[in-house]
Every structure is written in structure tokens, then in C-alpha cells.
């Protein structure tokens, strides 16, 4: 399993874009076991809000999936 730490830029149904801190964009595809939901994420991306995402590698796709994310602050960092 990999972390990405950054802020959450782009919700398009079931899949995510993070801008991770390392300067590179992250495209996720949401599992089921993260327990997030389409309106939670875009207030996510809305506030632009820092997360931690552990996610894991699926065989015969460019995105990570994104088993877990966790709000690191709730203030905007923009």
C-alpha cells in the first residue's frame, strides 16, 4: 500500500485527483472500502481540503485505488 498526502482538486464520480505534496497529480479511483461518498468529496475538493489517502495499485490501470482518506485539517488551503 502507498500514502499520498495533499490537497483533493478534482471529484468526478468515484474517481479523485490529488495534488500531492510532492508536486504531482494523483488520479484515484474510489474503492467501496473508503466509506466516502460523492457529495462528502466534492465539499473535500470545494474547500480544498489536505487529505492522506492510502491507496493500492490495480493491475492494468494508470490510477491507484483508494482504499482509505483521512481529512488532515479542516481549514482551506488555498
Known amino acids: 500500500m502507498t ?3 495533499g490537497v483533493v ?3 468526478q464520480e ?10 504531482d497529480g494523483h488520479l484515484l ?12 468529496l466534492r465539499d473535500l475538493e470545494k474547500r480544498q481540503a489536505r487529505v492522506r489517502v492510502t491507496c493500492s495499485e490495480v493491475p492494468n ?3 491507484l485505488k483508494a482504499d482509505r482518506i483521512e481529512v488532515l485539517d479542516e481549514e482551506a488551503t488555498s
Open 29 to 40: 479511483i474510489l474503492s467501496p472500502s473508503a466509506a466516502a461518498e460523492t457529495a462528502q
Open 9 to 11: 482538486v478534482i471529484v
Open 61 to 63: 490501470l494508470v490510477a
Open 14 to 23: 468515484g474517481r479523485i485527483e490529488v495534488m500531492g505534496d510532492d508536486g
Open 3 to 5: 500514502e499520498i498526502t
